[in-house]
């Protein structure tokens, strides 16, 4: 499964972005996608996921209420949109799969720049 992620960019607080991950190869092994957040002088921390075939999404409490994920079925693409951006959102933000049968996320895509400016 290789994935691809866009949408990063510089936006200001309290504004609204869409972030998405397109998915090929063995889609049909996914079974979780999630998406992972790594701040400056931080550690990557999971944001949410959702279960691929289900689509049914999972939030951090430090995100609920503000980010959702949702799939378009017909493009194997996830999409997380995060309203109500602050500072401390800043991030590189990563998508990543986790398959049947396995246990972690292994298959990552290559990150995109999130900068919320105060």
């Known amino acids: 499964v290789q994935l691809q992620a866009s949408g990063g960019g510089l936006v200001q607080t309290g504004k609204s972005l869409r972030l998405s991950c397109a998915a090929s190869?063995?889609?049909?092994?996914?079974?979780?996608m999630g998406w992972f957040r790594q701040g400056p002088g931080k550690e990557r921390e999971i944001v949410g996921h959702?279960?691929?075939?289900?689509?049914?999404?999972a939030y951090r409490d430090f995100v609920k209420g503000r980010f959702t994920i949702s799939r378009d079925d017909a493009k194997d693409t996830v999409y997380p949109r995060m309203d109500n951006l602050e500072p401390e959102d800043t991030a590189v933000y990563y998508c990543?799969?986790?398959?049947?049968?396995?246990?972690?996320?292994?298959?990552w895509g290559q990150g995109t720049l999130v900068t919320v400016s105060s």
């Open positions: 959702i279960i691929w075939n289900v689509r049914s999404p």
């Open positions: 990543a799969a986790q398959l049947y049968g396995r246990s972690a996320y292994e298959s």
């Open positions: 190869g063995r889609t049909d092994r996914i079974l979780f």
